[in-house]
């Protein structure tokens, strides 16, 4: 699904994970990745490089972060980013498609799962997203705690 979008930018995607048994709502979770990636494309630079780092927070959070080389959000739009229908460039002119759901819906997600999503960016550097997510669901901790 994401490929074809790669391909067509001429985006190289990059993957580097840890072994980790996780308890994940796949579907979420996918959908989740799907989006922070499609962002990550399309805001990079032709022949640019998008990375997949999957990580351990701690014992009971793992992460998985999309960087990208690309154009980066300017630090006073980094808070505005995961707002329903929210365009960094909301000119009518604007050089990137998409409604603003993205990012908006991979946040409220994560939140769902019991986790959160941080973005870090950099102007004309690019930016990392990522989705911190329990290894275990509500659920599962709840009745592993009690």
């Known amino acids: 699904m ?3 979008l ?14 980790l048994a996780v308890s994940i709502d796949l579907r979420a979770t996918r959908q989740i990745v ?5 962002n990550a494309i399309k805001f990079s630079h032709p022949k ?8 351990r927070v701690d014992d009971a ?8 080389e690309g154009i980066g959000i300017p630090p006073d739009k980094i808070g505005e980013v995961t707002r329903p229908f929210y365009q ?3 000119g009518i002119n604007r050089a990137h498609g998409g409604a ?3 990012l908006a819906i991979a946040s409220q997600l994560a939140a769902v799962l019991g986790g959160r999503l941080e973005i870090e960016s950099e102007l004309g550097r690019g930016t990392r ?4 997510l329990p290894i275990q669901p509500n659920s599962a901790r709840s009745e592993a705690s009690a």
């Open 48 to 55: 640019g490089k998008v990375r997949v780092i999957g990580r």
């Open 88 to 90: 960094v460039d909301g």
């Open 129 to 132: 997203a990522s989705v911190i």
């Open 100 to 102: 603003g759901l993205g």
């Open 2 to 4: 994401i490929n074809p």
């Open 6 to 19: 790669a391909e067509g930018r001429e985006v190289s995607l990059e993957l580097d994970t840890v072994d």
């Open 34 to 38: 799907i989006n922070l990636l499609s």
């Open 61 to 68: 959070f793992f992460a998985i972060d999309v960087k990208d």
